[in-house]
């Protein structure tokens, strides 16, 4: 399976509007909404606000007031085309002042999302985790080297140490044994989709 292996943006101009394609590699479901608030913050007052995702079976496309069929269809296309999955495409739109008819606008959107994929670093995916861990101090030693597969997201120093990290379900199984007992506590926080060559413990 398929996605990006990070974030990415592309903008282009045509007929005097702004097409700005945001590219997104999703690690869960609930990060589409939230995604989308986030561009709407970063552009303001665009005209439009189109996208396309696939996650898992699921695929879903919007043309937010564009003519039907003209603009979130096309963003699909581009991602259907290159096997992509659990992925998002936005193309936000600052119309300017001309109008591009049905076929212009089909060829602007489907413009705008290739372009932005063609600046993505594609990456095979797996199922993943992230867990929180805290433990005492004495442990950080062998935990730093059983997580040397793991990508540490956070740590936290307090009267004892918390780490959140991601790992995939085949490491975590192979380490979770060693893990558990040398820590305070130990849960799973979501399931998430990781790219295969994330797993790198922070420096």
Known sequence: MNSI???????????????????????????????????????????????????????????????????????LNVLEKRSLNHILCIVVRYFGGIKLGAGGLVRAYTKASTQVLMQAELTEIR?????????????????????????IVTKQFTEVVTYQFTIDTTQWEQIADALNPLCNQCRIINELWLPISQNKTEK
């Open 5 to 75: 292996r990070s974030q990415v943006t592309q903008s282009l101009i045509i007929q005097k509007s702004e097409f700005i394609g945001i590219l997104v590699p999703l690690q869960s479901k609930q990060e589409i909404v939230t995604k989308l608030e986030q561009v709407k913050q970063q552009y303001p007052n665009a005209t439009h606000y189109c996208y396309a995702y696939i996650y898992d079976q699921k695929k879903y496309c919007s043309d937010d007031g564009e003519p039907s069929g003209t603009a979130g269809m096309p963003i």
């Open 127 to 151: 199922k993943g985790y992230r867990i929180q861990c805290t433990f005492p101090y004495l442990h950080t030693k062998q935990i730093n080297y059983l997580l040397k597969t793991a990508t």
